[in-house]
């Protein structure tokens, strides 16, 4: 019995479905502020992957962005990303545009632009590419009614760095106190 591997078809797929099936539970509504959620409560998705919703700014869009991707992918994989958008209001629908930075690019073949159509949630799932270790962005704008949203989804990947340095290189000072040296960029 074959089982589907971490970066494989089925894996995408189930991310995707699993995406598509926690947005339209949460009905799709706008959200004021990020929130998580997962795939059932106190579990992750597949692979460890969390459900996020982009933070929406007052006279942006109003297309709710959700997102879902692996925690720290391996440099050099292919990265799905799973984009659920709702709350297309506008008869005319909507439109997604996709660029990235940060050392990411869009698989060989990959759509940059999509139309939304009105009144329906619409899954997406994007293949990035991610040559070394670090951080890179998806940048996802959204247009409705004329206005535009933009998103920016940090893609983490290999091992973040250590925001702080072990509490070992810490000095003592004249005085007693503790002092962390720090380079100056």
Do not use: C
């Not at 250590?162 to 503790?178: I, V």
């Amino acid at each position: 019995m074959k089982h589907a591997q971490p970066g494989g078809l089925h894996a995408t797929a189930a991310l995707a479905a699993t995406a598509l099936a926690i947005f339209l539970l949460l009905g799709a509504a706008p959200v004021a502020r990020s929130t998580e959620s997962t795939a059932a409560p106190g579990k992750a998705g597949p692979a460890g992957a969390v459900i996020r919703t982009a933070p929406m700014k007052a006279g942006g869009s109003g297309v709710v962005v959700q997102y879902q991707l692996d925690d720290a992918p391996a440099g050099g994989a292919t990265v799905p990303v799973v984009l659920v958008f709702g709350n297309i209001s506008d008869p005319d629908g909507a439109t997604v545009r996709l660029s990235v930075d940060g050392g990411l690019s869009l698989a060989p073949g990959g759509e940059t632009v999509r139309r939304l159509p009105a009144g329906q949630a619409v899954s997406w799932t994007v293949e990035l590419k991610a040559p070394a270790a670090g951080t890179g962005y998806l940048n996802v704008f959204t247009t409705q009614f004329g206005a535009t949203s933009a998103t920016s989804i940090p893609v983490q990947v290999g091992k973040a760095p250590a925001a702080m340095p072990a509490s070992g290189s810490l000095k003592q000072g004249r005085d007693g106190e503790k002092i962390l040296p720090m380079k100056v960029k």
